[in-house]
Nanobody, 127 residues
Framework: QVRLEESGGALVQPGGSLRLSCAAS????????VGWFRQAPGKEREGVSC????????YYGDSVKGRFTISRDKAKNTLYLYMSDLEPEDTGVYYC????????????????????WGKGTPVTVSS
């Protein structure tokens, strides 16, 4: 049974940094692509970043490129999202997702097709 559990969300000041974690079980990173989405209040869910299964190729949404970094620890079966230079617009619930589809721009643009989701962790960027 695939399970994803996010943690690390917090209240942080603008310009600050934060690292989110997603503990995965029931599969390995060689079997499914994994990534992060976020949803701000009143807005549609948005693709943040994903990582491919085998070559660890990564993709980022335009709004986070250069500020966020996705990584994974295969030994711990844990996915991370390091966020720096945070802005109030980064506020939202951050979700971990996994799917057999190849990580790509399409993966980030089609959240509704993801097979597996975590319950999310809230991030608030505010002074």
């Amino acid at each position: 049974q695939v399970r994803l559990e996010e943690s690390g969300g917090a209240l942080v000041q603008p310009g600050g940094s934060l690292r989110l974690s997603c503990a995965a079980s029931g599969f390995t990173f060689d079997e499914l692509a994994v990534g992060w989405f976020r949803q701000a209040p009143g807005k549609e869910r948005e693709g943040v970043s994903c990582m491919s299964r085998t070559d660890e190729r990564t993709y980022y949404g335009d709004s986070v490129k250069g500020r966020f970094t996705i990584s994974r620890d295969k030994a711990k079966n844990t996915l991370y999202l390091y966020m720096s230079d945070l802005e109030p617009e980064d506020t939202g619930v951050y979700y971990c997702a996994a799917d057999p589809a190849v990580c790509s721009w399409w993966w980030l643009d089609n959240y509704h097709t993801m097979s597996y989701w975590g319950k999310g962790t809230p991030v608030t960027v505010s002074s």
